[in-house]
């Protein structure tokens, strides 16, 4: 079976995103501390970056491709301009119905209306040999866990308190995570997990 990764930064105190959403902030308002890790010091983090990108299919919520609610504005594509960084195909969990976007570089963003479990199957059949990474929001991130879908939990646990927002693990008492592996530098803490079923 494909294995179902999942790379996210959470806080200290276990938020994902900070509170807000906006176009002005797209993780939320002080949000893009907890990416400092990735901006700053790349080649510190190289391997985690890398691993982030191997994964031969996406996941992801509606609230991670954009800031909009209710029925699509079709002049959106997302966050990361004309050439999004996933270079494979991902598929965006939503409620309203919308024609794929292709992008260049290899990306095609196919939204999907029925479901989680319905995603992962059209993800699965699109990564072949490779994983399938949740990529996120912190919502879509524990839909995931609470059904058991995810395999390994990747935390990347950044050096800041973010005092509120989105939080990741609320709510999921049941799940059982196993450490694998852990890796610090001054901005963060990668801890790898294994997902227990």
Sequence with gaps: MTPVTCDITVS????????????????????????????????????????????????????????GRGEWDDEWTGWWGDEPPYHAPVFVLTHYPRAPLVMAGGTTFTFVTDGIESALEQARAAAGELSVAIAGGASTVRQYLAAGLIDELRLHIAQVVQGTGEPLLEGLDDVRLEQVSSVENELVTHVVYRVVH
């Design 12 to 67: 200290t105190d276990g938020y994902a995103a900070g509170p807000n959403q906006s176009l002005e902030n797209p993780l939320g308002e002080g949000g893009m501390r907890l990416h400092r890790w990735a901006l700053e010091q790349p080649a510190e983090n190289a391997a985690q970056m890398a691993a982030i990108l191997e994964a031969g299919a996406y996941i992801m919520g509606r609230n991670m491709f954009g800031p």
